[in-house]
């Protein structure tokens, strides 16, 4: 399992961050555990009922404050590094993974305080996208990853894509490493990797470079 063998397993490990899962069936008031429904108004597919998840995210919040309860959406608010540290610098965080044809929207209007899309498609289920942004901001805590300063020349950090990268051999098939990386001169190389950057960012994702024009 994605938490059990990733590097929210060694943040766990390190004891730098928790991670709990919550079975919504135990909330169910049903004869047979059922968490889903016939939407009121007919159509095909099944609805999250209200009355477990009300039940389930009640007992979480009697138990700890949470920054936030995130829900995961196709129509949410797109997920993106800034969001990413954002939610790094919160303590405590709950992951509600739609499911069926999502959430009874009692549950959005009442208890969810962030909604959270990973892209313009949709998900069997929200697990998958409960573990992306997990990932994305439990390596963010200090301490997770090995070097701290990776996480911050990580695409996006500064509104650009990260340049390209290289190491040894410094020659391969004829291929070469540039010359300025081998050169020693830490403030061409730095000069080299922006230039890179900006222009991989117009290249290939260049809606990024006209948006931080406009903030």
């Not at 490990?13 to 429904?37: A, C, I, N, Q």
């Not at 590094?81 to 739609?98: D, F, R, T, V």
């Not at 290289?166 to 080299?192: C, M």
Request: glycine share 8%; aromatic share 8%; charged share 25%.
């Amino acid at each position: 399992m994605f938490f059990e063998e990733s590097i929210l397993k060694r943040a766990q490990k390190k004891e730098l961050v928790e991670v709990h899962f919550h079975d919504l069936h135990e909330y169910s008031l049903t004869r047979y555990g059922s968490v889903d429904d016939y939407p009121y108004g007919g159509g095909a597919g099944m609805v999250m009922a209200v009355e477990p998840l009300a039940n389930c995210i009640e007992k979480l919040q009697g138990e700890r404050r949470y920054d936030e309860v995130i829900y995961t959406a196709p129509d949410g608010e797109m997920l993106s590094q800034p969001m990413a540290n954002s939610l790094s610098l919160k303590e405590n965080l709950m992951i509600l993974c739609g499911h069926y044809k999502g959430v009874d929207e009692r549950i959005r209007e009442h208890f969810i305080t962030k909604e959270i899309s990973i892209g313009d498609y949709v998900l069997t289920g929200g697990e998958l996208a409960a573990a992306v942004i997990a990932d994305t901001v439990v390596r963010l805590i200090p301490g997770v990853i090995g070097d701290e300063q990776s996480a911050l020349g990580d695409s996006f950090q500064d509104g650009l894509v990260a340049p390209p990268e290289y190491t040894r051999p410094p020659e391969f098939r004829g291929w070469k490493v540039p010359d300025v990386l081998l050169s020693g001169n830490h403030a061409k190389i730095e000069q080299w990797r922006m230039e890179q950057a900006i222009a991989r960012t117009q290249e290939r994702r260049p809606e990024l470079l006209r948006e931080s024009s406009k903030a």
